[in-house]
């Protein structure tokens, strides 16, 4: 579907105040064009010596006057209506974005700086906007302007009228070629804002690495560059506007003018009588009239295409394949685990995972080590669905994932992250995230659990302390803390460590470690760790090489076996001594 009939489908859906706004606006052309006939019947039959009556005069000009206060509030009203409407469709428009956005899988993102979708929340929807304020209103307002003019003319001179009929064809072919060229530079300098806006979305998240390594010039340098193209595509939009706006509307104006002037003192030259100085009058008001609204839809063209750019920049999102959110919810599993076989790969054939094969049973904490790159993450990723395997299958409880939503899938699963994340609100509420099934209590019983006085003593409001954007106030210990708080919170029947206690200081790894002894029960537990000192009391420790378990056990039978692991233990060892 056209980009132009998706914006239509949007503003059919609150088509109500649009079409009160163009009635309303309907009546405000009717009440303005009335007045040139008002004046042309004054001029004609009062202005003349002899024919003065000041009473009609004044009965006249009242309604002259009266026609031009109801112009005003038609046109007041109008606004008021068209800007409801519009308001509306993009706020529609914003929360199916955004909507969608939760549906897309986290491979979509893996290919799109953040920044770059916020471009297309905000700025795109936000041109769109004024697509259905301005533009909308401007050529709503213009043609039907236009059609009123013309319906004037032909009543005074059907002759003349048919002759500004030439206008319409010039208008159209003049859009159409405008479109041709200014079409392929707003794409580029949408593009470009996207680009700006992921390059200063990623600046600010990485300056301590910028500032750190002195980055800082080279930054404004890459940066200069990419504002420089966006500045001069601008340029080249401006050109085009500046050469396609006023000076075409003006030589057409002259044009006309001469024309009338021409054809209207050659008539009175030829006929036996002068054409009257009210109908020369009204046909110079209606011809000014006429132009007026060209002018507006010429002006109009730049922010048109604009418009319909950034349109299709907000459709090509929407239409991304995602899921729909599911709110079914399924019994807490007992939290089985198996892997059969597995095998997967972000991009084509290049496996990251390949023909795995374990099982954690209920309870039973299993242990995931290797180098970077081994795999570890990939699995956390299939298990929470966040991606599928291409080959084998993952079953819970002998469920196969992917008979279940991948909502469903997650409901009973909890995750602490290397780099925890902390949203803008308060501790409280970053533990519980807002669900309704999490209480003040278990908030406070989690936290607890996980020696959260650490998180609250030197806190003034204690779990209503406010936390800004990734919490930076907090030191990475007490983030750590909250995250674990939250994952214990919704109570998972299968709890996820990717490197929980790296990021933290001795005597915290010890209240964690000591929280989780206690809370693992009762729970399968995966745990990513490059510590190995943290896993010693694992049910099962899988070493992972480019994909592959290449041994398994526990942590005494893989120092036992002399391989892989052992040489991995001993390494950390000597470092940790040295």
Do not use: C
């Not at 392929?184 to 690495?209: L, Q």
């Amino acid at each position: 579907m056209s980009t132009s009939k998706r914006l239509y489908f949007y503003a059919a859906k609150f088509k109500k105040p649009i079409i009160i706004g163009l009635f309303l606006l309907t009546l405000a052309v009717l009440t303005d064009i009335a007045g040139p006939f008002i004046a042309k019947y004054i001029i004609d039959h009062y202005m003349e010596p002899g024919k003065l009556a000041a009473k009609p005069i004044a009965w006249l000009l009242a309604l002259f006057f009266l026609l031009a206060v109801l112009t005003a509030v038609f046109r007041y009203f109008m606004f008021l209506s068209l800007q409801q409407g519009a308001n509306r469709i993009v706020q529609q428009m914003r929360k199916d974005v955004f909507g969608h956005i939760q549906k897309l899988p986290i491979h979509y993102f893996d290919n799109l700086p953040a920044g770059k979708v916020v471009a297309r929340v905000t700025n795109d929807t936000e041109a769109v906007r004024n697509l259905y304020v301005t533009v909308l209103a401007q050529f709503a307002t213009s043609i039907i302007s236009i059609a009123g003019v013309y319906v004037a003319l032909f009543i005074l001179n059907w002759k003349m009228a048919s002759f500004t009929l030439i206008l319409i064809p010039i208008v159209y072919i003049w859009m159409i070629l405008y479109r041709k060229y200014a079409s392929a530079y707003n794409h580029v300098i949408r593009t470009k804002i996207a680009d700006i806006n992921a390059m200063i979305n990623e600046s600010i998240n990485g300056m301590t690495i910028i500032q750190a390594f002195r980055r800082e010039n080279q930054m404004k340098k890459e940066f200069a560059e990419m504002n420089e193209e966006h500045y001069e595509y601008n340029r080249k939009l401006l050109v085009l506007d500046s050469a396609t706006a006023h000076n075409l509307v003006n030589v057409m104006r002259l044009i006309m003018f001469a024309v009338f002037i021409f054809y209207f003192g050659t008539q009175s030259m030829t006929l036996p009588e002068a054409v009257s100085a009210g109908t020369l009058y009204a046909f110079v008001d209606y011809i000014t009239r006429l132009f007026n609204p060209i002018v507006n839809i010429v002006n109009q063209f730049s922010q048109l295409e604009r418009s319909l750019v950034a349109g299709s920049r907000v459709f090509e999102l929407l239409e991304q394949s995602g899921e729909e959110v599911s709110k079914k919810r399924v019994p807490r599993y007992a939290g089985n685990v198996v892997f059969e076989n597995v095998s997967f790969a972000y991009k084509g054939d290049d496996y990251v995972l390949k023909n795995l094969n374990f099982e954690a049973k209920k309870g039973e904490t299993v242990a995931l080590v290797g180098h970077t790159g081994s795999g570890k993450s990939s699995i956390m990723n299939l298990l929470f669905r966040f991606y599928d395997p291409q080959k084998g299958r993952i079953l819970i409880d002998g469920t196969d994932l992917t008979h279940l939503s991948r909502q469903a899938v997650r409901d009973h699963m909890g995750i602490v992250l290397q780099d925890p994340y902390l949203f803008t609100g308060t501790i409280a509420t970053n533990v519980s995230l807002n669900d309704e099934r999490i209480s003040r209590e278990t908030v406070e019983r989690a936290l607890a659990a996980v020696g959260g006085e650490r998180v609250l003593k030197n806190l003034e409001k204690g779990l209503e302390e406010p936390v800004i954007e990734k919490g930076s106030t907090l030191s990475s210990g007490q983030r750590q803390l909250i995250s674990f708080a939250r994952a214990l919170a919704f109570d998972p029947a299968i709890l996820i460590l990717d490197e929980a206690t790296s990021n933290i200081d001795s005597e915290t790894e010890e209240i964690i470690q000591h929280a989780m002894d206690v809370l693992k029960e009762g729970r399968t537990t995966f745990i990513i760790a490059h510590r190995l000192s943290t896993i010693k009391n694992a049910d099962k420790i899988l070493v992972l090489d480019r994909g592959e378990i290449v041994e398994h056990g526990t942590h005494d039978e893989l120092i036992a076996l002399g391989g892989r692991y052992e040489t991995m233990y001993r390494l950390q060892a000597k470092s940790l001594h040295a």
